[in-house]
């Protein structure tokens, strides 16, 4: 089977999975710290050499202040989670908003963590347009667009795995998805199971990997 080098996550359905589950919405953020652990596991056993999490967009700062602190909490307990394994983690978003939290801004230089091993980056208070503003200073005649947008030390994603039945990738790194393969799962991403993962890679080795060519 081939393996994906980089895959990209987008854990979506907290809030709908807590209300389902009698919850108010906030309460689904912290529902998902242990499957992100999960996947990183099974990810790790296969061979996958980067993961890329959706922490929370700049956008996502604007719903109501009791959700803004549990996706933030949650995005700083996942990376204190996972500097406690074998990884080489980095932080990407704008670090220069009150928005962004202070716990993380040592971890926006890429760190190796234990034996070092998988890249693991998590995007937090992250906007597209942020990401891309830089590139308005490049030069015409410069034909790397890549080093110049402020994910480059994220590579370019071969598959997009996205939770709960959204058919959209909402801002997701777009210079680095541009070849993604996009994957939908409806299930809601506190439900993460082995199979979800497996189903994804299945359907990723049936597809035509061109690049463009």
Request: aromatic share 12%; charged share 25%; glycine share 8%.
């Amino acid at each position: 089977m081939r393996i994906p080098e980089h895959i990209g996550i987008i854990p979506d359905g907290n809030r709908r999975w807590a209300q389902l589950n009698g919850m108010s919405k906030e309460k689904g953020y912290a529902a998902g710290l242990n499957p992100g652990m999960d996947l990183f596991h099974l990810c790790h056993e296969i061979g996958v050499k980067e993961l890329t999490f959706y922490g929370f967009t700049v956008d996502n700062t604007k719903r109501v202040k009791k959700q803004r602190h549990a996706f933030t909490d949650a995005c700083i307990e996942a990376v204190q989670m996972f500097s406690r394994e074998n990884a080489t983690l980095l932080v990407v978003g704008n670090s220069e908003s009150p928005m962004f939290p202070k716990e993380l801004l040592p971890f926006t230089k890429r760190t190796v963590f234990g034996n070092g091993g998988m890249k693991v980056n998590f995007l937090v208070n992250y906007g597209w347009e942020w990401d891309l503003n830089s590139l308005k200073l490049v030069g015409e005649s410069n034909r790397s667009v890549v080093n110049h947008i402020k994910s480059n030390d994220i590579s370019r994603i071969d598959l997009i795995i996205r939770w709960g039945g959204r058919r959209r990738l909402s801002g997701f790194l777009p210079v680095q998805s541009i070849y993604a393969d996009f994957f939908v799962l409806d299930d809601y991403w506190p439900d993460f199971k082995k199979e979800h993962l497996s189903d994804a890679l299945y359907w990723y080795n049936t597809q035509d990997i061109t690049l463009g060519g």
